[in-house]
């Protein structure tokens, strides 16, 4: 079994719509949690980052992290065609190496 | 732009050779860390250094080797290189961990 487990999708949606993107995982002593944008060929982008439990909001983005369930989220509102992308999510504990889901290819239909 | 830099954006070598990859942190940050990700694994952890210093090891093969010099710049050297070698190659890089990583925009390293 995998420490994070992501849905590889691939995800479809219209422009408008809310995202939704989840990571379970089995490490309970995980802290921090993020969520990457990755295009094709081209380096990851960081766009959210978490450290335990709670939401955190930036524009149109929301990362919620529920430790007791290991589940993280990551919800996207309003989606842009701009926005089709792979979506990874990634965790570490403290200073330790990041742990990457497989990646989620998400697709806005305009 | 995340302000991470790596030469060269794309290598095309021969099986049993060897490769050099190079990575410039952004500016300010200590710690530097390699990432292989290829179609089958995803974003796999290789190494991390923190000013100079080697401080993590992940899946990295003995064929492969890193360091970081004192201005802070890091090399991946490959050796021996084998056709399950090829694949996108990144540094990323942060102030100090646990911070966030900063990713480049990766090398893409063809072994035929």
């Known amino acids: 079994q995998k420490e994070v487990e992501q849905d590889p999708g691939p995800l479809s949606v219209p422009e408008g719509a809310i995202v939704s993107l989840n990571c379970t995982y089995s490490n309970s002593a995980f802290q921090y949690f993020m969520w990457y944008r990755q295009y094709s060929r081209k380096g990851p982008e960081l766009l959210m980052y978490t450290y335990s439990s709670g939401n955190k909001e930036d524009g149109r983005f929301t990362a919620q992290v529920d430790k007791s369930s290991k589940y993280i989220s990551l919800f996207i509102r309003d989606s842009q065609p701009s926005d089709s992308a792979t979506y990874l999510c990634?965790?570490?504990?403290?200073?330790?190496?990041?742990?990457f889901g497989q990646g989620t290819r998400l697709t806005i239909n305009p | 732009d995340s302000g991470v830099t790596q030469t060269p954006k794309h290598l095309i070598t021969a099986t049993g050779q060897r490769v050099t990859l190079r990575c410039s942190p952004r500016s300010g940050d200590l710690s530097v860390y390699w990432y292989q990700q290829s179609l089958d694994q995803g974003l796999q952890f290789l190494i991390q250094y923190y000013n100079g210093e080697e401080r993590a090891k992940g899946n990295i093969l003995e064929r492969f080797s890193a360091q970081q010099f004192p201005d802070l710049h890091s090399e991946l050297n490959l050796s021996s290189l084998e056709l399950g070698d090829s694949a996108l190659y990144f540094c990323a890089s942060s102030v100090s961990p646990p911070n966030e990583q900063f990713f480049g925009p990766g090398t893409r390293l063809t072994v035929l």
């Open positions: 990634a965790m570490s504990q403290g200073a330790q190496k990041l742990v």
